[in-house]
């Protein structure tokens, strides 16, 4: 037989209920010259298993190394059949495009071979979840995720940062949660966002009458119940204002506060009214590292981060700019200068990250047709303290510790009196004197 004389439909065989299989699935079922089912473990298939036309790929399950090699096998199983017989149906539990990896590596096989395949639509454990759980997933807005992905975001801790793409003021709803170790890496994950007494419910064999199970319990207990290949979860959302762990909560609370109901404190800021309490949130921010106090540096962190939120805030209001704006531009900012991480550039050591990120400035001034200003000093901030200038300038990108003499500060700290005792300004004096420096090392 050729290619041209062969037919597969792929059909999802729903939750487990035989009744909820759809009448196109069950029409495809009944008129097959084979049918071919990823597995026989699966609720429902009472009228299949003696089925002369049935096999299965449960074999290879025990026989390959990894589910990639599971996936070609199966994959290779259903394609040489479709080639010998007229029409194969390839059947999978629940819907064909929900989890099923199998399906779009048949599907594309098929196609590149010439043979006509079609794809039939089945009840997927989203229907039956929702339905067992009585709950409507539209308004708030429900996010599908796989519970290997969500324990591969945990695994990668502690550079995990980032990687859980979880909002928890939305409704979550895990797939294929089928073993206690899998099960234990999912709690760890989604306890980066949620807290441990939040509510969760594990479900499982939706809409099979004779199985269905819902465990209402918490996500700390979750991992000391029994899990199997039909359960999933439900981790319900949190309120927008109980989202603690979430930075989109920090940006809600801030915009509130501005509003016309919000605080009257907030309302009256200003971008300069803000300055001041920059550099002192940066300053204890500084404090809290240099006397290694972890739990002040949690809560000086968050103080910074609080005034950005409010700058945004502000220049959102004035229409400036959005805080989207902040993020898209320090996002393409680090990965346009760090081409040896994200890029095909190669730079070992610190030393060669420096002239490789030294480099992108270039090209980036050259791009904006800036020209690098002849005066050192111009680099620096002009509200950086000018001690700080001199010593950036003296030592670059050197560490400097403290003093381990407590005399070493007693010259600088008697000429700095001298100067005031003479109704001179230390600061300035220290910025003739660097620029002149400066301009004499060029010449």
């Known amino acids: 037989m050729t290619s041209a004389d062969s037919k597969l439909v792929i059909v999802g065989l729903g939750p487990g209920d035989p009744t909820l299989r759809t009448l196109a699935v069950q029409a495809a079922l009944d008129y097959a010259d084979h049918i071919v089912l990823r597995t026989r473990i699966h609720p429902g298939l009472e009228d299949l298993r003696d089925d002369p036309r049935v096999i299965d790929c449960d074999d290879i399950y025990q026989c390959e190394e990894n589910f990639a090699a599971v996936y070609d096998a199966i994959a290779e199983r259903v394609i040489s059949l479709a080639l010998e017989a007229g029409l194969v149906v390839f059947a999978v539990p629940g819907h064909p495009r929900f989890g099923e990896r199998t399906v779009a590596l048949v599907e594309s096989i098929a196609t590149a071979r010439g043979i006509a395949v079609e794809v039939l639509d089945g009840v ?101 119940t029994h899990v199997a290949h039909l359960t999933s979860l439900w981790v319900p959302a949190l309120g927008p204002l109980d989202a603690f762990r979430s930075p989109e909560t920090l940006l809600r609370i801030v915009a509130h506060l501005r509003t016309p109901e919000g605080c009257p404190w907030d309302r009256k800021q200003t971008y300069s009214t803000l300055r001041d309490a920059i550099l002192e949130e940066a300053h204890e921010t500084v404090d809290a590292i240099d006397e290694q106090r972890v739990e002040a540096l ?86 950086m303290p000018i001690t700080r200038v001199a010593a950036e300038l003296l030592a670059p990108r050197v560490t400097l510790c403290p003093p381990r003499d407590v005399a070493a500060g007693d010259d600088l700290l008697a000429a700095i009196e001298n100067l005031l005792n003479n109704g001179i300004d230390p600061e300035r004096a220290l910025e003739v004197s660097l620029r002149r420096f400066q301009a004499n090392k060029h010449t």
């Not at 002239?355 to 992108?360: D, G, N, Y």
Request: proline share 6%; glycine share 4%; net charge negative.
């Open 298 to 383: 949690v809560e000086e962190l968050g103080d910074l981060q609080l005034l950005v939120a409010m700058q945004a805030q502000i220049a959102e209001e004035a229409g400036d700019f959005r805080v989207e704006d902040v993020f898209e531009a320090i996002n393409r900012k680090l990965i346009r200068r760090h081409p040896h991480v994200f890029g095909n550039v190669s730079a070992n050591t610190p030393e060669e990250v420096i002239v490789t990120w030294e480099s992108v400035k270039a090209e980036e001034r050259a791009e904006k047709a800036v020209e690098l200003d002849p005066d050192p000093l111009a680099r620096f901030p002009r509200s």
């Open 124 to 224: 997927s454990f989203v229907d039956a979840s929702i339905n067992a759980l009585q709950v409507d997933v539209l308004p708030g807005g429900l996010q599908i995720a796989d519970a290997e992905a969500i324990a591969a975001a945990g695994d990668a801790e502690p550079f995990g940062s980032g990687l859980l793409g979880v909002d928890p003021t939305r409704p979550l709803l895990v797939a294929q949660v089928y073993n206690e170790e899998i099960t234990a890496r999912v709690k760890l994950a989604l306890s980066r966002v949620f807290p441990d007494e939040h509510p969760v419910i594990l479900l499982h064999a939706a809409s099979n009458a004779s199985e269905e199970h819902l465990h209402h319990l918490t996500l700390s207990e979750m991992d000391r």
